[in-house]
Each structure stands twice: as structure tokens, then as C-alpha cells.
């Protein structure tokens, strides 16, 4: 599309809006932006220096005239202004898509799934830094706007640079013709019940990610996922497969005598990886896969994996005192990653939970409690959560007083894990804020 002299409008300011409208601003294109919050000081200003109307979320917007609309990922699709805008046929994309229409060919590598993305994504973007140094970049969902990506390295005039890219499901429901080398759905589990609208949305919304594939593509088919089978089978893949398990050994990239095999060549010894949770060496295969099938060698990929110690917020070690473990897991914001933590410990676990209500169902993750010797509820949903789970939680309403409540409760031995289940925001900005709180108050015990 050519976006000079057209009429844009970007709902949603925050980092990713603020890229797309520096990169559409560099496009020629006329903008304006809906948002509901008031811009600070520093960002009306620039906005304004460029000519952006700034306007509110009143259905009145809706109903000017627009050629594209650039959504942040932030403005779920089921709101009356999205499905506005939907029944007037007004194109709406996000700024991945923008990012990508506008770029050179470039080597994407597009991770998704319910859990382990940012462990997946930082870890591929490692091996991709030692492969091919500057020609690699991180960004997405992890941090970092395409957009902002394309304006840094000059990726409109240049080819050829490897993207490691983490796509949420909000960022996959408006592509056009995004179209990724190599592509992944990690997992499917319940989460985005109240921005989707229904769980089969949300899944099918995963299925994006490989929309545009074609033969010369590769999608990583995780054969472990009863609900990957399902949507891939009701959404079929146009491009080539290779399968990977941790449970059998009849798939392209499996476990074998100790080693990670990646088309029967033993790649990886599974003790280099120092990230705790069988789900970290699944995460692991899914980026040594990809990594072989980009030409990395074997060689470099042992020494990048073992100087590998994860990401902040997902399993993150804070420290111990008088004997006591404490683990900062704030990305656990939906019941399948506290699952996926919990099953990380054997015993001993104080955990914490509760956060914003996005109505999660806690069936399933009572099943998976034999390590927790005691939940402590905290926020909007701490209560309920909590309570949900087991029949004598302690309930309080701020994080603080979660964690003091955990160290009198802990012995020497226990592990203190705060892995929520559900998203921060009804105290906090996003999961960053709250888990850099976390490891305040632990690190000021």
C-alpha cells in the first residue's frame, strides 16, 4: 500500500502506537490518533510538532472517514469501536503489519503460543546475535515495536537482517500479508477470554502466524499438543512441517540418551541448558530447531545455550535468605504458566496469586498443587483465585503484603513464587511493573 498523503488513524498511543506513527509520519502519510489517555508533556509535543490530531475514543471518531486504521494490540478486538469500524469495512491492521509492508525481504522468525514466547524469542534472537551478529534484532510483543525496528536499522533501504519476533494473538488478528520463514505456535491453553470473546477465537487467532506460508517455509509443529492438532487440523498449513516432542521420538526434533536430536543428529547435551522446568527444554528444541534449519552450527549453538540464563519475569531467581528461595514468575499471567512453574518445584512452594479478573477457571490447576504448601491471595482477584484453589488460603490486598505474609509462613528449604495466574492490571502497568515490585520488597526483606 502507499501511504503517502493517506488519511491514517492509530487507536492507542503507548510504545508500539508511538512507532507506527513515527514510521507512518516518515511515510507521508496524514495521522490522526484516538486515545484515551491524556499524552504526557514530552509526547503531545512531539506529536503535535509533526501534525497529529490527537482525538478521544467517543463512538463520533468512528464514524469519520479513514483509509487505514493501525491498531494497537492493546484495543481488543471484540470493543464496539474495532467492530465499528469492521461493519463500515474500514481496513484495519497492526503496526506488524505496517512494519512488514513497508520493509525489505527480511528473515523472520515468528513465535507464538499461550506460554514461553519470551523465553523462545530471546533465546532464538541469541543464536541468531551469534550467527550473524548485527544483522540481528528481537522485537514484538517482547519490547520492542517492528516499526520501531524498521526506523533503527534503516530495514525500508536494507535486506537480509534475522528477526526474532514474539507475536501475541492481539498482534496476529489484523495481518494482511505478514508471512514469516519460519513460524511456531509453542502451546494452546485457555487465557484472553475477556478481550477474545471465546476460547475458539483466541485459538484460531494463533493460526494466523502461518496464514501466509508457503512451500519454501517451515512451521514447527509441536506434537505434544492435543489443541495445536485440532486447530491445525482445522486450519491447515501450506507450508513445509517438522515436528518436535518431548514425549516420543518419532518426530523430526526429540529427546534422546541425554541430548536434544534435531533430524537425527545429536545437537544439544540437555546439561548445558541451566533454565529450571521441562517446559524450558522444550522451549530450548524449538529454538535449536529453527536454528539448524537456518545454518547455525552446532557448535554455536552449545556455546550460546549454556551462556543462556533466561528472562527476566518468567521462573527469574531473586535471591535466598535464611534458606528461602524466592522466584519472581510476574509473567505468569494465565493458569497454564503458573502450571508450568509450579511443576518446575517439587515441594515446599509459598505461592502467590491474584491480580486483575479475567475470570479464569482454576479446575485444572488444582490438579497440579503437590508441591504448594500455601497460597497467599493478593489484588482485585486474589480472593477468589486463592479461595478457588484451596479451602484455607491467606488473603491480602497488596503484593507487599503478600511477600511478608510468605516469609512468615516459610521455612528454611520452601521456595516463595509469585506466579499470578492472571495479568497486573489492576495495580500495576503490566507484569514488568509488578515483578520489578516484587523483587524490591524481596530484596529489601
Given at each position: ?12 498511543l ?102 514461553g ?24 510483543n ?27 494473538n ?47 517455509d ?17 486450519y ?104 508450568t ?9 509459598i ?78 502497568s ?5 515483578g520489578?515490585h ?8
Open positions: 500500500m502507499e501511504y503517502t498523503n493517506k488519511n491514517v488513524l492509530v487507536i492507542g503507548a510504545r508500539s502506537g508511538m512507532a507506527a506513527i513515527r514510521l507512518l509520519h516518515r511515510l507521508g502519510a496524514g495521522i490522526t490518533l484516538s486515545e484515551r489517555k491524556e499524552p504526557n508533556k514530552e509526547e503531545r509535543e512531539y506529536l503535535e510538532s509533526i501534525g497529529v490530531e490527537i482525538v478521544d475514543q467517543e463512538m463520533s471518531v468512528f464514524e469519520r472517514d479513514f483509509d487505514l486504521v493501525v491498531k494497537n494490540p492493546g484495543v481488543p478486538p471484540v470493543s464496539p469501536i474495532v467492530k465499528r469500524l469492521e461493519e463500515r469495512k474500514i481496513p484495519i491492521i497492526t503496526e506488524i503489519e505496517l512494519a512488514y509492508q513497508v520493509c525489505k525481504p527480511q528473515h523472520y522468525i515468528a513465535i507464538t503460543g499461550t506460554n514466547k519470551t523465553t523462545t524469542t530471546s533465546l532464538m534472537y541469541e543464536l541468531l546475535k551469534t550467527a550473524y551478529g548485527d544483522k540481528a534484532h528481537v522485537g514484538g517482547i519490547g520492542t515495536p517492528l516499526c520501531e525496528l524498521v526506523m533503527e536499522y534503516n530495514l525500508m533501504e536494507e535486506e537480509g537482517h534475522y528477526i526474532s519476533l514474539e507475536i501475541s492481539h498482534q496476529l488478528v489484523d495481518i494482511d500479508t505478514f508471512r514469516p520463514e519460519i513460524a511456531v505456535i509453542i502451546n494452546l491453553t485457555p487465557d484472553h477470554l475477556e478481550t477474545m470473546g471465546s476460547l475458539d477465537a483466541y485459538y484460531r487467532s494463533k493460526t494466523e502466524v502461518y496464514r501466509n506460508m508457503k512451500d519454501g517451515v512451521f514447527l509443529y509441536n506434537a505434544d499438543d492435543p489443541i495445536v492438532k485440532e486447530y491445525t487440523e482445522k491447515p498449513i501450506h507450508c513445509q512441517i517438522r515436528t518436535f516432542s518431548l514425549k516420543t521420538q518419532d518426530t523430526d526434533s526429540f529427546l534422546k540418551d541425554g541430548y536434544i536430536y534435531v533430524n537425527g543428529e545429536a545437537v544439544l547435551p540437555v546439561n548445558k541448558i541451566s533454565l529450571v522446568g521441562k517446559h524450558n527444554i522444550q522451549n530450548v528444541m524449538i529454538a535449536v530447531t529453527a536454528a539448524r534449519l537456518l545454518g547455525i552450527s552446532n557448535e554455536d549453538i552449545v556455546r550460546t545455550i549454556e551462556a543462556f540464563k533466561g528472562v527476566e519475569h518468567r521462573i527469574e531467581f531473586v535471591r535466598e535468605r535464611n534458606g528461602v528461595r524466592y522466584y519472581n514468575d510476574s509473567k505468569g499471567t494465565n493458569t497454564d504458566a503458573t502450571i512453574a509450579l511443576d518446575s518445584f517439587e515441594k515446599g512452594v505461592l502467590l496469586v491474584g491480580g486483575y479478573e479475567k475470570g479464569l477457571d482454576m479446575t485444572e490447576m488444582r490438579k497440579h498443587l503437590r508441591c504448594v504448601k500455601k497460597i497467599i491471595g493478593f489484588g482485585q482477584s486474589g480472593r477468589r483465585i486463592a479461595s478457588d484453589l484451596c479451602d484455607d488460603p491467606i488473603i491480602v490486598t497488596t503484593l507487599d503484603e503478600a511477600v511478608h505474609e510468605a516469609e512468615k509462613v516459610a521455612v528454611p528449604g520452601d521456595t516463595v513464587l509469585l506466579s499470578p495466574t492472571t495479568s497486573s492490571f489492576d495495580q500495576y503490566g507484569y514488568e511493573e509488578r520489578r516484587f523483587k524490591e520488597i524481596v530484596n529489601a526483606l
